[in-house]
Nanobody
Framework: QVQLAESGGGSVQPGGSLRLSCGTSAPDIGFYDMAWYRQAPGKQREMVATFSTLSIINYADSVKGRFTISRDSANKMLYLQMNSLKPEDTATYFC?????????????WGRGTQVSVSS
């Protein structure tokens, strides 16, 4: 069982920045595809950014050029730097880890951290 814990959320004005962090209990974060998802009130959870085991990075079109995902394998951390925040970025942000071991896929979620962007 891998535990994930997000932090760094808060309230900011449009145009502001936040850096989200996700700590993991995984023995080696490199064995997991990592991702940030978000869920706004009344909406479905959506992918924000992914960081694969091969260090391939993808972003949702809505955050390209504004958000940066990064991984610190030594400290078993995942980050999401969010710049030029917009009101539509308001959501609960979740960290996800997915690993495949002995042919079986395991997916883990954190409890989320709240981000609110408003003037």
């Amino acid at each position: 069982q891998v535990q994930l814990a997000e932090s760094g959320g808060g309230s900011v004005q449009p145009g502001g920045s936040l850096r989200l962090s996700c700590g993991t209990s995984a023995p080696d974060i490199g064995f997991y595809d990592m991702a940030w998802y978000r869920q706004a009130p009344g909406k479905q959870r959506e992918m924000v950014a992914t960081f694969s085991t091969l260090s391939i990075i993808n972003y949702a079109d809505s955050v390209k050029g504004r958000f940066t995902i990064s991984r610190d394998s030594a400290n078993k951390m995942l980050y999401l730097q969010m710049n030029s925040l917009k009101p539509e970025d308001t959501a609960t942000y979740f960290c996800q880890a997915t690993g495949i071991f002995y042919g079986k896929e395991y997916t883990y979620w954190g409890r989320g951290t709240q981000v609110s962007v408003s003037s």
